[in-house]
Structures are given as structure tokens and as C-alpha cells.
């Protein structure tokens, strides 16, 4: 065989392996008994689990209410290692809920792969194992366990969350836990909708890419009893692609203030609407957002009332103070002193305030809207304060995205001075914080949105 006709068949080759490197050789349903052999990987030799395929996607679809929905897909696969990886096999799936309207979770199929006596057996998932749990007003976990684990089995699941919350478009996490040997994810997303991208996180791209191209969309709006209405037209998309490869765990370490903070993810706000709609701005300033929060009566509304059940309590918070600081301190010890928090991790109120100063116990931003409260009337200064704690991770200075805010303090204004309180720690001082708040960007919730 000649140099040149060989040189030309190792290029074919090439050529046919490449596209082969493109993506990940996993497919749900397909394990062989090649998947168990490995019992150590080289990207961690010590990992008691292995994700070796996590991938997912999200289109924009038509629905029969007149409008668009996010179709999101998610398939992953692992192996167990060891005793020390089982909890890898509990899974939960966070949705979004808004009063009576939540996310659909789909096409639910998990199972459990063993070798055993050089059999491959599964052993599925029943869905009546599958756990709801209310986490906050927006957020509820569906949480599952998968079956029959045992140190080197195999567990796979995919899943199918159909949302009309287009805002609420899916983040992605390619890092966590354990090490991950493949993590993709796919966005679709047609010119009438603008979202804007963001990213965190170390690791590289193995592929970041996007490309324009063309969609077909159906809308259909049943009009209750009258005749079904059916729109179809065709506009751009542009489909984007990121995938990292032997994405190394991520563990904690001295002086980090929270995994979720250096966590290799990227996640997306809706910014705009195009043609079909009308064209206009969605994300909103944060002056805009500030002022939304103080009329959401889960938050502010009840700040910008006169509030006379508090007359009745007021004598003895106040405890016969005459300055303004000497007020605000005693108004603070009183409240400090004399309520139960519930939950460190609010930024909504889940009762009313005057429950809360009735049963003496409720959540931190409960307790600090309270004594925003108490303060303003007692005729101060104050506001309260949105944060995201250290062990939740970072906020954007930039875009009001309240969904990465958890924590609400309250600021005090007097004779020219800050005075920063939380009256949900008991024995915390006036004007101190626990470190776990101190954690970057906050934002004052008045009118102007002071950072």
C-alpha cells in the first residue's frame, strides 16, 4: 500500500470517528455489561459515584392557551461505586408553582441496573414512590429514591417538565457532587423571545456553540366553548449548545464561603419580547422591582399602611425611650426577645404580620418586615433589605433577578448613619450581623433601589 493511499484511509477514518466524539454514547435503556467493567474512573480514582452522561434540552412550544410553553428534557446516568456513593441515587426535581398553577412533570422513568451472575437485571422505579414537598411559595421538590441499590450498580432516569412560565426557562449545572464524564445542555429559542445569558464557574467549554436556523410554531387557543382558533407561522431560532467533558466534583474547601458560589452552571432572564408580540422590555429595572416588592403583599404592602393593631405593643417595644436611637434600640431588643424564628431562608412572608406579633414566631423575613415596621412607626427611618446568604450563593449586581435573593434584614436610618439589624438571630446585637449574610451585593428595597 502506498504512503499517500494510506495517509488518505487514516484521514477517513478520522473523519468517521469524529462526529462519534461530537456527543455521548449513553441512550436511556441502553446498558450493556461493558458499562460495569470500570470500577475506577481516571478523572477521580477516589469517587465513590461517576455521572456518566447528564444532558438536557429546552424548547419553546405552542400550547392550547394562546401562548408558548418551555418543554424541558433531562436524561442522566451514573454509577455507583460504592456504599459511600448511594446518596447519588436520590433524586429530587425542583417546579415551579404560582398559586393554583405548577409545572407538569412528564414521562417520569427511572431504574436501577445490577450485574448479577452475568446478567444485567433492572429494577424500575414505581411511581407511587415519587414524594411531593412544599419548599416555599414558588418552589416544590418531587423527590425519589431509586430502587435495589448496591455498591457498582448502574441507575438512569429522564424526565419531561412542561412549563407555561417562559420566564422560569431551566438553568444548568455541569458541575456538582460527583465527577461528571459528560454535561449538555440545549437551548432552542425562536427571535420573539430574548433572554439573557448567565454563567459561572471555572471549568472550559468542551463545545459552545449556536446556530441559526428556522421553527415551525403552532398556537391554539380553544376559546372555551366557541371554535378553536389555530395559529401557525415560521420564524428564526437559534439553537445553542454547551457541553463540558471530565467535569471534576466539586468539593468544599477551608475559607469557601459556598459551593453554590464557584459551581459551574449557566441560567437565563427573560428580557424581551418580539413579533408576534408587541415588542417591548420585560426584565425590569431595579427601581421597578423594588417598587413591585413593596406593593406584593407577601412582602412590603403591609409597610405602606398606617397598621393600628401595633398600637397595642408599641408602649413596650418603645419602653419610654425618647431619642430616636434609643427607640430603635429598645424597639430591637423587644422584637429580638420576644419572637421564635422558624426558617432562616424567606424572602416572603407566609403569614400576616399581625399573626406573626400574635403567635410570636415566624420566618427571618417576617420578623425583619416587622420590625421595619415597628420602626417606621415609631416615625423612623427604615428599610428593608433583600441579600442572598453565603450558603446560597451569589446575586448579580446588575439584573434584578429576585429569585437568587432568600434573606431580608432591615435598615435604619439615624442622624446620618446606617444601622444594618436582624431581629431573627437571638442575643445578636443591634447593628451586627452573622457572617453567613455578608456575602456581596444587597439591594435596599425603597424607591430608588439603593444598592
Request: aromatic letters at 10%.
Amino acid at each position: 500500500m502506498s504512503t499517500r493511499l494510506l495517509i488518505i484511509l487514516l484521514l477517513c477514518i478520522i473523519a468517521l470517528q469524529l462526529p462519534a466524539q461530537d456527543k455521548s454514547k449513553a441512550k436511556f435503556g441502553n446498558v450493556t455489561e461493558d458499562d460495569f467493567k470500570q470500577t475506577v474512573y481516571s478523572i477521580d480514582s477516589n469517587a465513590n459515584a461517576v455521572v456518566i452522561a447528564d444532558i438536557g434540552s429546552t424548547e419553546i412550544v405552542g400550547n392550547d392557551k394562546g401562548n408558548f410553553s418551555l418543554q424541558f428534557k433531562k436524561f442522566t446516568r451514573i454509577h455507583i461505586l460504592n456504599k459511600n456513593g448511594y446518596d447519588a441515587a436520590k433524586i429530587e426535581i425542583g417546579i415551579y408553582t404560582n398559586e393554583d398553577q405548577e409545572e407538569k412533570l412528564n414521562s417520569l422513568k427511572a431504574v436501577t441496573y445490577n450485574l448479577e451472575n452475568g446478567k444485567i437485571t433492572e429494577t424500575k422505579l414505581d411511581k407511587d414512590n415519587v414524594f411531593k414537598v412544599k419548599i416555599s411559595k414558588h418552589l416544590i421538590l418531587k423527590k425519589f429514591t431509586l430502587p435495589n441499590i448496591k455498591e457498582g450498580c448502574i441507575i438512569e432516569f429522564q424526565y419531561e417538565i412542561l412549563s407555561d412560565f417562559i420566564f422560569n426557562l431551566q438553568p444548568w449545572e455541569f458541575q456538582g457532587n460527583y465527577p461528571r464524564l459528560w454535561s449538555e445542555y440545549k437551548v432552542d429559542i425562536p427571535s420573539f423571545y430574548r433572554f439573557i445569558t448567565l454563567s459561572q464557574g471555572y471549568q472550559p467549554f468542551f463545545i459552545k456553540s449556536n446556530k441559526d436556523g428556522s421553527g415551525v410554531y403552532t398556537v391554539t387557543d380553544l376559546n372555551g366553548t366557541q371554535a378553536t382558533e389555530h395559529t401557525t407561522f415560521t420564524t428564526g431560532t437559534t439553537l445553542y449548545r454547551w457541553v463540558m467533558k471530565d467535569v471534576p466534583a466539586l468539593k468544599e474547601e477551608n475559607y469557601t464561603s459556598t459551593i453554590n458560589n464557584h459551581i459551574s452552571r449557566i441560567e437565563f432572564q427573560l428580557s424581551a419580547l418580539a413579533a408576534p408580540f408587541n415588542p417591548k422590555n420585560v426584565m425590569a429595572s431595579w427601581p421597578e422591582a423594588a417598587t413591585d416588592l413593596l406593593k406584593d403583599e407577601d412582602f412590603g404592602e403591609s409597610l405602606r399602611k398606617d397598621n393600628p393593631w401595633l398600637n397595642d405593643f408599641m408602649p413596650a417595644a418603645v419602653n419610654g425611650a425618647v431619642n430616636d436611637l434609643d427607640k430603635a434600640r429598645n424597639i430591637f431588643a423587644w422584637l429580638r426577645d420576644n419572637m421564635t424564628c422558624t426558617n432562616h431562608n424567606r424572602k416572603y412572608i407566609e403569614t400576616s404580620l399581625k399573626t406573626v406579633l400574635k403567635t410570636r414566631n415566624g420566618n427571618e423575613a417576617e420578623i425583619n418586615l416587622l420590625l421595619t415596621d415597628m420602626l417606621k412607626k415609631a416615625g423612623l427611618n427604615a428599610d428593608p433589605v433583600i441579600l442572598s446568604t453565603r450558603s446560597h450563593g451569589i446575586v448579580y449586581a446588575l439584573y434584578p433577578l429576585l429569585d437568587r435573593f432568600n434573606y431580608v434584614i432591615t435598615r435604619l436610618q439615624v442622624n446620618n448613619n446606617d444601622y444594618y439589624l436582624d431581629a431573627s438571630q437571638p442575643g445578636l446585637g443591634f447593628g451586627k450581623l452573622t457572617n453567613d449574610v455578608y456575602n456581596g451585593h444587597a439591594r435596599v428595597i425603597n424607591e430608588s433601589a439603593t444598592p
